[in-house]
């Protein structure tokens, strides 16, 4: 069956529409630094004012633990959001409780509100299924259909992602249907040779979805936050960098996998590792074999790919034909850090090939080093998400939604 798209859900005039959007944002001291995801869910919030509709935003933002936590408030969303629509948009300081009641009932026909972080509430993550269905009926209560549209969370199965979609007529908004149509080119017999590119520190997530990559592309480049694991399972030292060390068996594994099917894992042979976490750091560049032989000894932290690293990588991807890239190369935020992400997007430019960088914190990286979305063949809102539809997994966002 296919998506069920924004017009299977009819006129909307009138209507209250409850739309999930991805407005996972990097924030600094409460200012987006990248706003690049509510610029995303702007055509489909349109659209629905267009028709007035009466809109009901939700989203989450990070990953408070079922209460409220002040640096993981939607409100600087909210604002960000009206500004982008040219339109007032009201907030609603709790996301089930009397503020979103309010803010519900206030609305007249084309006008939008945002409720709180979902994820201040238990019931979103919740395991147990009928916690996260008891959540997602409170928020039915504010709508009349549901809009699904936060592309970068549909791999999760939250009450606001999947329990939502089947209590109200539900549908895909333009979002997850533009994602959905360049990410298929991906799956379905993509140009050879295709590379993928993983890095950045959501580790155990990104670990999880490498094997299922072997089948479908010719070689992976590995940096970020996970090459610590790869080089101790190799039987090398990482000094304090970023490891998961129960994930050590699982990547030997994966290595002789690779080699089996003649998948080409390219590790980094360099790496900047620096004394601490910060700008003002001392750093030095180090083989990736010996991480702890710098005057930092143990305590040192590998923060980014080192520049033979990354020349090898820019070539890889430059004579590639079709590029994913997802997680960025290094702590990029941190300038000097930045060097190994930005050969690579800069070599991600420079390819004839279809170059889809996917995840908040990648398109926030090139970005954020100057790079414009015009030079990358797609820049796509999900990172975890369109990783785990790449490796051809059912998600259950978009399962709830019709697709197959
Ligand atoms: N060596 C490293 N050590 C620690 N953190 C790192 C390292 N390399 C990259 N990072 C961090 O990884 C973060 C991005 O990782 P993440 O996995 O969230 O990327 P993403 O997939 O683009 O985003 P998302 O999954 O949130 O859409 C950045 O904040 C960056 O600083
Ligand atoms: O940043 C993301 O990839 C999405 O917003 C999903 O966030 P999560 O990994 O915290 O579920």
Do not use: Y
């Given at each position: 069956m296919p998506l069920r798209t924004l017009?299977?859900?009819g006129s909307l005039a009138g209507k209250r529409v409850v739309v999930r959007c991805d407005l996972n944002v990097p924030l600094k001291d409460g200012v987006i630094t990248d706003d690049g995801r509510v610029r995303a869910s702007v055509p489909t919030l349109k659209t629905l004012i267009d028709q007035g509709a009466r809109v009901v935003v939700v989203s989450h933002l990070g990953?408070?633990?079922g209460a409220p936590e002040a640096k993981y408030s939607l409100a600087p969303v909210a604002k960000r959001l009206s500004e982008l629509l040219g339109t007032d948009v009201a907030f609603a300081?709790?996301?089930?409780?009397q503020a979103a009641t309010d803010a519900v009932s206030n609305l007249s026909d084309g006008q939008v509100a945002v409720l709180e972080n979902?994820?201040?509430?238990?019931?979103?993550?919740?395991?147990v299924e009928a916690e996260r269905t008891e959540f997602a009926e409170k928020i039915a209560q504010f709508g009349d259909a549901f809009v699904s549209d936060g592309f970068g969370v549909v791999h999760r199965k939250q009450a606001s992602v999947y329990e939502l979609a089947k209590l109200l007529p539900s549908a895909a908004g333009k979002l997850i249907s533009a994602e959905l149509t360049v990410l298929d080119r991906l799956t379905?017999?993509?140009?050879?040779?295709y590379t993928v590119v993983l890095g950045g520190s959501k580790v155990s997530d990104k670990l999880g979805v490498i094997g299922h990559l072997f089948p479908r592309v010719n070689t992976l480049l590995i940096g970020g936050g996970m090459l610590f694991t790869f080089l101790a399972a190799q039987g090398h030292k990482v000094g304090?960098?970023?490891?998961e060390e129960d994930q050590i068996d699982t990547v030997k594994n994966y290595l002789a996998e690779a080699e089996k099917l003649g998948v080409e894992i390219i590790l980094p042979t360099d790496v900047v590792v620096a004394?601490?976490?910060?700008?003002d750091a001392e750093h030095v560049i180090q083989p990736a074999d010996a991480?702890?032989?710098?005057?930092?000894?143990?305590?040192?932290?590998?923060l980014d790919i080192g520049p033979e690293t990354a020349e090898r990588f820019a070539g890889v991807i430059r004579s590639s034909k079709t590029v994913f890239w997802n997680g960025?190369?290094?702590?990029?935020?941190?300038a000097p850090f930045a060097a190994g992400t930005k050969t690579v997007a800069q070599a991600l430019t420079e390819t004839d090939g279809l170059s889809v960088v996917g995840g908040g914190d990648s398109a926030a990286a090139v970005r954020a080093l100057g790079?414009?979305?015009?030079?990358?063949g797609h820049i796509s809102t999900g990172g975890g998400a369109s990783l785990e539809f790449l490796e051809g997994k059912r998600l259950p966002g978009l399962e709830v939604l019709g697709w197959q």
């Open positions: 017009e299977s859900l990953r408070p633990d300081t709790d996301t089930v409780g979902l994820r201040f509430n238990p019931g979103e993550t919740s395991k379905e017999s993509p140009e050879r040779p304090a960098s970023l490891l004394s601490k976490f910060g700008a991480i702890e032989d710098t005057a930092f000894g143990a305590s040192g932290l590998g960025p190369m290094g702590v990029f935020e941190l790079f414009e979305d015009s030079q990358f």
